[in-house]
């Protein structure tokens, strides 16, 4: 479950889906961009959760600009205001919910500009 977890994850651009029990399953799908930017944007948008870490952030920026859907100049943007010295006036224990908000609101932007 570890590995899985830790090298399947959706902000590297994958889905897991497990059933457990008798004729249980793992699948494991990457997202492909060619196919559509716009679902692979929506399906990080709706994966990031109520909170994200900066190194999470950071980790969907690179991929985004890695796969194209953010320009070097878009995913330089996004990691300065996602950014823990950027949410220095937000209280600590509240940064990685304010950071999973901006991130949505960037990815959803970039969504509707298409």
């Known amino acids: 479950n570890y590995v899985i ?53 950071e980790i969907f920026i690179r991929n985004f600009v890695g796969s194209g859907v953010f320009s070097e100049r878009e995913g330089i943007i996004a990691e300065a205001v996602t950014s823990d010295k950027a949410l220095s006036g937000v209280p600590v224990g509240d940064r990685d919910s304010v950071r999973a908000d901006l991130m949505r609101r960037i990815i959803l932007s970039l969504v509707s500009m298409e």
């Open 5 to 57: 977890s830790t090298r399947f994850s959706p902000e590297k651009g994958y889905m897991v889906e497990s059933r457990r029990g008798g004729g249980g399953y793992i699948k494991i799908c990457r997202v492909r961009v060619e196919n559509s930017k716009e679902a692979y944007m929506m399906h990080a948008a709706s994966s990031i959760g109520d909170e994200i870490t900066q190194h999470h952030a």
